[in-house]
């Protein structure tokens, strides 16, 4: 803890070390959100008790671990980068630098459809697999 905090203030208080930065810490500051959001849909593989993950995602043997976990590493941060590329593509369209009020209604009147659209299209594939359930049947249960 005090080393941190006295790296920050030194940091801080000198003009020239505020000018530089190590690109590592740029790049994964930059994909923190994405990096937070796809650990538990890329890093971690089962679900535990109230959806908290139980153990790491393994694609080679048991007796590997440290080399599998370098692999999921690699392919996790590869697949936050992808996100933080996407989120960057799609944010001007879904909320552009100078939107008036109309584009902003419109915006998200359009969103709220694209949302419907998709949960009635899950529901539909749902029903058709025989695993739905909803406000019609809330104590079904999901067949294995």
């Known amino acids: 803890f005090i080393p941190i905090v006295l790296f920050i203030i030194l940091r801080n208080i000198f003009t020239v070390a505020r000018q530089y930065h190590l690109h590592l810490f740029e790049f994964l500051g930059k994909t923190t959100l994405e990096t937070y959001i796809g ?16 153990k790491l995602l393994s694609i080679l043997p ?14 996790f941060f590869f697949i ?5 590329q ?14 008036t009020d109309e584009v902003v209604k419109r915006n998200v ?7 419907l659209a998709i949960y009635v299209a899950c529901a539909v ?3 058709v697999q025989g695993h739905y359930v909803g ?3 809330p104590v ?4 294995p």
């Not at 996407?86 to 939107?99: D, G, H």
């Open 39 to 54: 650990q538990f849909h890329i890093w971690m593989a089962t679900t535990g008790i109230n959806g908290s993950p139980k």
């Open 86 to 99: 996407c989120s960057n593509a799609i944010r001007p369209i879904l909320v552009p630098s100078k939107a």
């Open 125 to 127: 594939l749902a029903m």
């Open 109 to 115: 009147v359009l969103g709220l459809i694209l949302v």
């Open 135 to 137: 406000i019609a049947n």
């Open 80 to 84: 936050s980068y992808r996100l933080f």
């Open 62 to 75: 048991e007796d590997w671990f440290v080399t599998n976990f370098v692999v999921i590493s690699v392919i």
């Open 140 to 143: 079904a249960t999901l067949s």
